[in-house]
């Protein structure tokens, strides 16, 4: 069973112990107990509670580990599809030579990396290297005279990789 499935069954187990809960509530109902909840503290509906708020955190940390990764994936495809090697699309564009599908391509995946947290450095470098690289693009949909040489100085790999790259082990 991958992470999915576990998390599901996490959220699945919560939502019925909220289920069970309410019923409690509206079919027993009680005087509170001193603690201010309807039931006594060592009660199975206490331990029910602290159950499903274990439940709650684990999923809660899973999805943001998950996001994580999710991310690492955009920029890694965002990388290969745009930007990897002598033909790749940013060459093409840094040339002059893209055409306008590959010019939306490229958009998209630029788009997609300003959108995404990176994986190591400082947020706010990232949101400036990925929008300036963003807006070279779209000058170079609309055809502006130096958007080539403009993309080429925003597109600088070793600028952004220097610092938001994770280091190989």
Same mark, same amino acid.
């Given at each position: 069973?991958?992470?999915? /499935?576990?998390?599901?069954?996490?959220?699945?187990?919560?939502?019925?112990?909220?289920?069970?809960?309410?019923?409690?509530?509206?079919?027993?109902?009680?005087?509170?107990?001193?603690? /201010?909840?309807?039931?006594?503290?060592?009660?199975?509906?206490?331990?029910?509670?602290?159950?499903?708020?274990?439940?709650?955190?684990?999923?809660?940390?899973?999805?943001?580990?998950?996001?994580?990764?999710?991310? @690492?994936?955009?920029?890694?495809?965002?990388?290969?599809?745009?930007? &990897? /090697? @002598?033909?790749?699309?940013?060459?093409?564009?840094?040339?002059?030579?893209?055409? &306008?599908? @590959?010019?939306?391509?490229?958009?998209?995946? !630029?788009?997609?990396?300003?959108?995404?947290?990176?994986?190591?450095?400082?947020?706010?470098?990232?949101?400036? %290297?990925?929008?300036?690289?963003?807006?070279?693009?779209?000058?170079?949909?609309?055809?502006?005279? @130096?958007?080539? %040489?403009?993309?080429?100085?925003?597109?600088? !790999?070793?600028? !952004?990789?220097?610092?938001?790259?994770?280091?190989?082990?």
């Amino acid at each position: 069973m991958d992470w999915t /499935g576990v998390v599901a069954l996490g959220l699945r187990g919560f939502f019925q112990e909220i289920e069970i809960f309410l019923k409690f509530l509206v079919l027993r109902p009680e005087k509170p107990a001193a603690s /201010g909840y309807p039931f006594k503290p060592n009660s199975p509906m206490m331990t029910t509670l602290k159950t499903a708020r274990l439940f709650a955190a684990v999923a809660m940390f899973s999805t943001v580990t998950v996001s994580q990764g999710a991310d @690492d994936d955009r920029i890694k495809e965002a990388m290969k599809g745009g930007f &990897k /090697g @002598d033909t790749s699309l940013a060459k093409l564009a840094s040339e002059g030579k893209a055409s &306008k599908e @590959d010019i939306a391509k490229l958009k998209a995946y !630029c788009e997609t990396m300003v959108k995404v947290v990176p994986p190591v450095g400082d947020e706010a470098s990232w949101k400036a %290297k990925t929008e300036a690289l963003l807006k070279s693009v779209v000058d170079l949909e609309a055809g502006v005279a @130096d958007a080539p %040489k403009a993309f080429e100085k925003a597109a600088n !790999c070793k600028a !952004c990789h220097e610092v938001h790259k994770p280091k190989k082990k």
